[in-house]
Each structure stands twice: as structure tokens, then as C-alpha cells.
């Protein structure tokens, strides 16, 4: 049987080889980039915000905060993003999200486990949810896959039915952060009976892109008013705007 997997394996290599997920040159193992488009991206990690996650420039006292966070404090307990979302970043995510390319909640998920050994091994994932028109009409909800990826490779439980969306949502990427907050901060609610499941429990947050955290304080927001005591966002990439980057 090893015999017949490894020979089943080489066949299915040379037909359709392993391709980096971004450019689609030939690599050598399924789920990694090419040494190109790994040098280009911008991976994220400490120092950071001890608000929002916000990386700087260079290392901080202890519980410092970014400027945005001194002047309102995300409802959220900080976001860790795997890279910064820039044209190549973003490539990823789209084929995700838009192309059907499933596999790659695996990949995305695999490079998120670096952020893991802050949590408690009782941590909860909760993926961001889609409204059902959506999730009829794409067919998945990539953060679940992002979030069973994840709870699978780590042995965490993920829960796709705690959080719930009951309202549809214009597209927000053209929307101002003031506009996005207004209309996300009533989109979310909890479901009947999950109160139990997360008191005094972490919560990662999943999804694939955290942009200005509308989205991701309005849960974070529905899901501490119901006993959660942390609230983690975990994503693929995250937009830095000039005046944010490092």
C-alpha cells in the first residue's frame, strides 16, 4: 500500500506539480511559496500594539499602544496577521475567497500556528460569519475553512454556529471606517444558547482579511458582552496604511 501512495504521488506531481499560490511557478511541496514571493511578502510579528496588534517600528515598554488605540480602543484584544495585505498577499486571499482554490485555508492556517502559544488550550475559534444569501451564493464561508484548518492542526475546537450573522451587508471596501462601523455594529448576534459554551473563555477570531476592524470589533464587541474574557483576531493579512506601517 506505501508502495502504491508513493507511486500514485509521483504520478499526480508529474502531471499537476506543486505551483507557488501566488506567481504559479513549479515548487516543491504542495502549500509553499517560491523563494521570490516569499522574500516579497512583508510577514508580520512583535513588536506590536498591546491593543490592537498594530506592528512598530522598533521595540516598545511593555503594554504600549499605538496612537489610534490611545485615542479609541479596539473592542477586540488584538489582531494577528500573518502578513500585511499588499498586491501579492492579496492574491492569496482572492483565490481563496473567489477562485475556489479550498487548499489554501490549509496554507493560510499553517502559518497562523505561530500565534497560538499565547492562547490557553480551552481557546475557542469562531470563524467571522458570512449572512446566508452569501454563503448560498459562494457556496463556503472561507473563514470556516481558515478556522477548521486551524482547530484541526492543533486539536482546538471551532464552533461555525456561536456567532451568527443576521443581517446582509453591502460590499464595505469603498466605505469609510466611520460608514463600515455604523452599518456592521448591529450585523452580528449570538446564538440561542452559546452564552455557556464561551463565559470565560479565549475566542480566536477568524478571517481571512482585517481591514479597518469594523467587522471584527462588532463581534468581538457581541461575543465579550456574552461572557467571552479575550478576544483574538487571527487573519491571512492585514491592511497597513502608510501612516501604520513600521
Known sequence: MRFLSALMKTIIDFALPP????????????????LACWQDLNFLSEPWCSSCGKPFA????????CVSCIQRSPEHDGV??????????S??????KYGVRLGLA??????????????????????????????WSRGFNQSVLIGKALAKRNSLEMHSKILL?????????????KKRRKIVG??????????????????????DVYTTGSTANACAKILKGS???RVLVYCWARVLTDYDKP
Open 58 to 65: 522598533f521595540a516598545q515598554a511593555e503594554g504600549a499602544q
Open 19 to 34: 505551483r507557488c499560490p501566488i506567481c504559479g511557478v513549479t515548487v516543491e511541496a504542495d502549500n509553499r511559496f517560491c
Open 227 to 229: 461572557g467571552a474574557t
Open 186 to 207: 448591529n450585523a452580528f448576534r449570538i446564538s440561542s444558547g452559546a452564552e455557556r459554551q464561551i463565559a470565560g473563555k479565549t475566542i480566536i477570531l477568524v478571517d
Open 91 to 96: 492574491l492569496l486571499a482572492m483565490r481563496l
Open 106 to 135: 490549509e496554507l493560510i492556517a499553517q502559518h497562523m500556528q505561530r500565534f497560538l502559544p499565547e492562547v490557553p488550550k480551552d481557546t475557542l475559534i469562531v470563524p467571522v460569519p458570512l449572512h446566508r444569501w452569501r454563503l
Open 80 to 89: 494577528r496577521a500573518v502578513v500585511e495585505y499588499d498586491d501579492k498577499s
Open 165 to 177: 450573522r443576521k443581517s446582509a451587508t453591502p460590499p464595505l471596501r469603498s466605505m469609510s471606517a
